[in-house]
């Protein structure tokens, strides 16, 4: 799953508007004069579709794994303790159980922070399912020699979508379908218009209302403005192909279009249809596959129309044979060559073990290896079945001090664009990981 365009949360330093409005993050320790008094606890929230889940538990530990506290999550799905810089904090999340199925002692979901800081609110939001759900009618005007029509939208972090069937030239006269909606009743739209794959055009509706059922008729009041064909040239890619995705965001709505070609001598050109940008936030997301690794180069604030990139220099370390120690609670893998990650992040899944289904972490980058918190009675054990769900590492602006207090925000985790213009590198690695016996 790639960090930024799958379910990724979006913030913006420039213009004000955000995909989700997060608080400002808090004075670093090193801004505080000395007579301020002692450094602010580390504070973690944990929501559910943004309501606050009351009762669950967080472990906070040093970073020896020393223990600090345990505490249980407050009305306001929040706990709050004070410790050294260095450590980890732990929500300890139940698994949801299926109606008629009851285990002899409930699975949980880990989900760590590591490296933390004085002064850090860690969010975490498990956005599974949309509190409710809609739908409604959707109608625009034609687009010559359209032959189909999708329709995007987003309500925080969740997705809506919809398509449009276009006029037949009898009944339907104007293209029309049905849109879901998952728990808003206002989003910025947009409609893509293409003819046999290929984008023709767009239509941008930001704060559309709607209400269920509701025929939305747009034919009369809005247009679609015709796309733009941009030119991608790459050089330096240590790839047999290349990928590119140009994505738009507003206030709460992303829309995407892709292309791809194949290398030849390291080099690579090709043209693609792209929405025109009008007052959106644009990216390129440029990638290839080198066999187990997925590398991304991902630059914002691009200008709308064609995009050159030199690749050299601008991978991340490919990951090799990853494995999990028993003994330490380790996962290693031997680091190639390449620019310097800032952090990685992992997720490991345990099957079979009572009480431990999924273990995630973010963490500084190290080198070949991501250690895990020794926290009694949640370790897992060498009779599970395991797993790599998502082993990943990044370069970002600000490093992992910008994007720590967001890292498991959503189900998808994280991506954070600081200023106007950006560059982050993104590396994932897909496959399962070996098991290495416990040594205790």
Known sequence: MKWLFALSIFAFACGGDKLRHLPDAPP????????????????????????????????????????????????????????????????????????????????????????????????????VQ???????????????????????????????????????????????????????????????????????????????????????????TDHYVAAVSATYTYANVPSTSVSAQFTLVSSNVLFEASASSAVDGGSATFAAAQPATGMLAAFVDSGYTDGQNSHDVVDWGVANGNYTLDFAGQSLPDIGAPSFDYGSDQLTWTAGSGAPPDLALASLLFSGDPDVHQWTIAAPYAAGSLQLPLLAGYMPATTDTLQIEELETAQLPGGYDAVRDYALAADAYFFVADGATGRALLESYSAEVSSVARRR
Request: with cysteine.
């Open 28 to 127: 670093s320790i090193d801004a505080l004069s000395a007579d301020a008094g002692p450094p602010p606890p580390v504070t973690v929230t944990i929501t559910n579709n943004g309501a606050p889940q009351v009762g669950v538990t967080a472990i906070f530990t040093n970073a020896d794994s020393s223990p600090v506290a345990m505490l249980q999550t407050d009305a306001n799905g929040t706990a709050s303790q004070a410790m050294a810089a260095g450590g980890f904090v732990t929500a300890v999340v139940p698994v949801p159980i299926l109606a008629g199925f009851v285990p002899a002692a409930p699975p949980y979901d880990l989900y760590t922070w590591a490296g933390v800081k004085p002064g850090d609110r860690l969010v975490f939001d498990e956005s």
């Open 130 to 220: 949309p509190p409710t759900q809609l739908s409604f009618t959707l109608i625009t005007p034609v687009v010559a020699n359209a032959t189909s029509y999708s329709v995007s939208l987003l309500c925080g972090n969740l997705g809506g979508y919809g398509s449009l069937t276009p006029p037949d030239g009898s009944d339907t006269l104007l293209p029309t379908g049905t849109v879901i909606a998952p728990g808003c009743t206002t989003a910025d739209v947009i409609v893509g218009a293409y003819a046999s794959g290929t984008l023709l055009a767009t239509l941008y509706h930001p704060a559309l209302a709607f209400a269920q059922d509701q025929t939305v008729d747009l034919s009369a």
